[in-house]
């Protein structure tokens, strides 16, 4: 009865976008006409400014401390990199525009500019609702619980495309994860040449690793009783010789 009612909501953009700032490893950024990367060097604060730990040689560095009032313009880039090896692992891009601070031994960045590129298209974030936005309760944890289950459990994968319209699977040489969050499970369908994703959501969200866990497995007995698609099986046997 509990499978009666499908719940349909995504992350919202702000959201999403804190969610790629609060995983990412690593930042390229743009600031007085040249360009820096730094891995493992930012963190964030709960308004959704960035930290940056430089270098003392730093040309960033130099260029908050001279500019006026210590404000250079800047641009910051982050990646959202699937830890499942896919096709096309990018899975979003965020670019903040504002401008850097010197506090203490850090650069503190404020976006003024908060841009959210998916495969479904570029939106532009409100900085209220960035600011006041939290990551998703399972971003931190995400990369484990999606590699555990490509590696430890493709049978598990495979039985999740029976909820998957057999359209979306012709052609289908290899299925996935690609991602997961409160509302649901992303599932990415390979072929010879092109790919797709399709998105299998949780009856209720979860916020929890245990909650996570139930709704997996709601996913799951509701794909045992679910015929197996033709598309998976044609797979199947001819991977089989």
């Given at each position: 009865?509990?499978?009666?009612?499908?719940?349909?909501?995504?992350?919202?953009?702000?959201?999403?976008?804190?969610?790629?700032?609060?995983?990412?490893?690593?930042?390229?950024?743009?600031?007085?006409?040249?360009?820096?990367?730094?891995?493992?060097?930012?963190?964030?604060?709960?308004?959704?400014?960035?930290?940056?730990?430089?270098?003392?040689?730093?040309?960033?560095?130099?260029?908050?401390?001279?500019?006026?009032?210590?404000?250079?313009s800047a641009v910051l880039e982050f990646a959202d990199v699937s830890p499942v090896p896919v096709r096309h692992r990018i899975r979003a891009r965020?670019?903040?525009?504002?401008?850097?601070?010197?506090?203490?031994?850090?650069?503190?960045?404020r976006a003024t500019r908060v841009v959210l590129r998916q495969p479904s298209g570029a939106v532009v974030v409100g900085l209220d609702e960035f600011?006041?936005?939290?990551?998703?309760?399972?971003?931190?944890?995400?990369?484990?619980?999606?590699?555990?289950?490509?590696?430890?459990?493709?049978?598990?994968?495979?039985?999740?495309?029976?909820?998957?319209?057999?359209?979306?699977?012709?052609?289908?040489?290899?299925?996935?994860?690609?991602?997961?969050?409160?509302?649901?499970?992303?599932?990415?369908?390979?072929?010879?040449?092109?790919?797709?994703?399709?998105?299998?959501?949780?009856?209720?969200?979860?916020?929890?690793?245990?909650?996570?866990?139930?709704?997996?497995?709601?996913?799951?007995?509701?794909?045992?009783?679910a015929s197996c698609p033709r598309a998976l099986q044609r797979q199947r046997t001819d991977g089989d010789g």
């Open positions: 009865m509990g499978d009666s009612h499908t719940w349909t909501a995504a992350p919202a953009a702000a959201e999403r976008a804190r969610s790629v700032l609060a995983t990412a490893w690593s930042c390229a950024v743009t600031a007085e006409g040249c360009r820096e990367e730094f891995a493992g060097a930012h963190t964030v604060a709960e308004d959704g400014r960035v930290l940056l730990r430089v270098p003392e040689d730093s040309a960033l560095l130099a260029a908050a401390v001279c500019a006026p009032r210590g404000e250079p965020l670019r903040l525009a504002g401008w850097f601070a010197a506090e203490d031994d850090r650069l503190a960045f600011a006041g936005a939290a990551p998703d309760p399972l971003a931190a944890a995400e990369a484990g619980l999606l590699t555990h289950l490509a590696d430890r459990h493709p049978d598990a994968v495979e039985r999740l495309t029976r909820l998957v319209d057999r359209a979306a699977l012709h052609g289908a040489v290899r299925v996935q994860p690609l991602a997961v969050d409160r509302h649901g499970l992303t599932l990415r369908i390979e072929r010879a040449r092109t790919h797709g994703d399709v998105r299998l959501p949780f009856h209720q969200p979860a916020d929890t690793v245990a909650q996570l866990t139930e709704r997996v497995h709601v996913l799951l007995g509701r794909a045992s009783a």
